[in-house]
């Protein structure tokens, strides 16, 4: 008989668990179109791009971000080699 209560408990609570990973997921789902949206907004050539100055200056200026990011992340790497045990340290 005290086993009853506990099978409708547990169900209960299996259900709340599906609840809130649909929610989990529906929440998820939001944010990856709006993130998806940003990175094409971001992607996207500007109306103007029709110019050529309009565009060579956005191509340098993405190739400089791109070298940047690179470069921030060997640092970063080397940093945390440095860390744990690297002898010396590169510099790129």
């Given at each position: 008989m005290t086993?009853?209560?506990?099978?409708?408990?547990?169900?209960?609570?299996?259900?709340?668990?599906?609840?809130?990973?649909?929610?989990?997921?529906r929440e998820l789902n939001v944010s990856?179109?709006?993130?998806?949206?940003?990175?094409?907004?971001?992607?996207?050539?500007?109306?103007?791009?029709?110019?050529?100055?309009t565009r060579i200056s956005r191509l340098v200026s993405n190739g400089f971000?791109?070298?940047?990011g690179?470069?921030?992340g060997f640092s970063v790497i080397s940093a945390f080699q440095s860390l744990f045990g690297r002898k010396r340290r590169r510099r790129f």
């Open positions: 086993s009853t209560p506990n099978i409708s408990s547990q169900l209960d609570a299996l259900k709340a668990l599906q609840e809130n990973k649909q929610q989990i997921r990856k179109a709006k993130l998806k949206g940003k990175v094409q907004d971001f992607i996207a050539p500007s109306p103007d791009a029709h110019k050529r100055t971000a791109i070298y940047e690179i470069r921030l």
